[in-house]
């Protein structure tokens, strides 16, 4: 099975800071990557899928990264509605659907 | 709008069954894949399982730590997806999330559409 890593675990970051979360594979999952958002409460949501395509409505200040075994979600100037967690998601070995752990971003 | 919607959550012993619904709303639900993923509490995500649209034969795909005890179905004209729990255990306390898959042949699966989540609470 292909194992899903997050880093850092969590940060704390200021409004207008750029943030970046690294998601790595233990394996080539080519671009089947997908970025989710979570608000505590809520249900998670689609940010960027196939590693770097943005999904439609969301806000163009994220972007996606990465190929093979690495990737990046940036978040070019950090907004007060950014703060959340946000997981990986491959979906190479499909029908098998590994999350990363999460990557929390709180308020500095 | 687009929504899914669950529903049949609740607390249920060790060993018993539970069936949770999704109901879709605002798109061709025939036409998409659909997965579960739960959440347990404080935890990350898990996906558990996932069912084909009739287009690519309706068939079904499980975790392996739900595998033989879960079952996914789906009725296209209610528009209505099933997650069949049997012999639960105190493990599989989460939120439980319907979603559906945006499968394209270039950028592969993601999901696009959550609903908010129904709870499912294992205990004695």
């Known amino acids: 099975d292909i194992q899903m890593t997050q880093s850092p675990s969590s940060l704390s970051a200021s409004v207008g800071d750029r943030v970046t979360i690294t998601c790595r594979a233990s394996q080539s999952i080519s671009s089947y990557l997908n970025w989710y958002q979570q608000k505590p409460g809520k249900a998670p949501k689609l940010l960027i899928y196939?590693?770097?395509s943005l999904q439609s409505g969301v806000p163009s200040r994220f972007s996606g990264s990465g190929s093979g075994t690495d990737f990046t979600l940036t978040i070019s100037s950090l907004q007060p509605e950014d703060f959340a967690t946000y997981y990986c998601q491959q979906s190479y070995s499909t029908p098998v659907f590994t999350f990363g752990p999460g990557t929390k971003v709180d308020i500095k | 709008e687009v929504q899914l919607v669950e529903s049949g959550g609740g607390l249920v012993q060790p060993g018993r069954s539970l069936r949770l619904s999704c109901t879709a709303s605002g798109f061709t639900f025939g036409d998409y894949a659909m997965s579960w993923v739960r959440q347990a509490p404080g935890k990350g995500l898990e996906w558990v399982g996932f069912?084909?649209?009739?287009?690519?034969?309706?068939?079904?795909e499980y975790a392996a730590s739900v595998k033989g005890r879960f079952t996914i179905s789906r009725d296209d004209s209610k528009s209505i997806a099933y997650l069949q729990m049997n012999s639960l255990k105190t493990e599989d306390t989460a939120v439980y999330y319907c979603?559906?898959?945006?499968?394209?042949?270039?950028?592969?699966?993601?999901?696009?559409?959550w609903g908010q989540g129904t709870m499912v609470t294992v205990s004695s």
């Open positions: 979603t559906r898959d945006r499968y394209d042949i270039l950028t592969g699966d993601a999901f696009d559409i």
């Open positions: 069912i084909r649209s009739k287009a690519y034969g309706g068939t079904t």
């Open positions: 196939a590693a770097s």
